[in-house]
C-alpha cells in the first residue's frame, strides 16, 4: 500500500532551521509531483511548496519563498523541505501528499523563543 512518512520536525527558535523528510513506498515515486502541506491550530491545511517528477519545477507560498527549498531524491523515494530563517508563524503540522492514498501522521514543527 501507499505509505508516506514524514520525520523531522522539531523545536526550533525564530531564525533557526530544520529540514523535514518524507519517504515513500507504494508507488512510482520519479513519476509523480509531490506537495509539502501544513495545518496549524484552527487554521485550516494550506500548500508549502511543490515540486514535479523529475525536480525541474518548483513552486511555493508566498509566505515561505525564499526561505523554504523543496526538493527530492529520486533513487531514496524521498522529497525534502529545507526551512531557514523560520518564524513563529510556521509552527505546525507539516505534511508530504502525493496523488495516491490519505493523509500520514505529518511531523511537528513548532518555532519559539
Known amino acids: 500500500q501507499v505509505q508516506l512518512v514524514e520525520s523531522g520536525g522539531g523545536w526550533v527558535q525564530p531564525g533557526g532551521s530544520l529540514r523535514l523528510s518524507c519517504a515513500a513506498s507504494?508507488?512510482?515515486?520519479?513519476?509523480?509531483?509531490m506537495i509539502w502541506y501544513r495545518q496549524a491550530p484552527g487554521k485550516e491545511r494550506e500548500l508549502v511548496a511543490s515540486?514535479?517528477?523529475?525536480?525541474?519545477?518548483?513552486n511555493y507560498k508566498d509566505s515561505v519563498k525564499g526561505r523554504f527549498t523543496i526538493s527530492r531524491d529520486n533513487r531514496k523515494n524521498t522529497v525534502y523541505l529545507q526551512m531557514n530563517s523560520l518564524k513563529p508563524e510556521d509552527t505546525a503540522v507539516y505534511y508530504c501528499?502525493?496523488?495516491?492514498?490519505?493523509w500520514g501522521q505529518g511531523t511537528q514543527v513548532t518555532v519559539s523563543s
Open positions: 501528499k502525493g496523488p495516491f492514498g490519505g
Open positions: 507504494g508507488f512510482t515515486f520519479s513519476q509523480y509531483g
Open positions: 515540486i514535479s517528477n523529475t525536480g525541474g519545477s518548483r
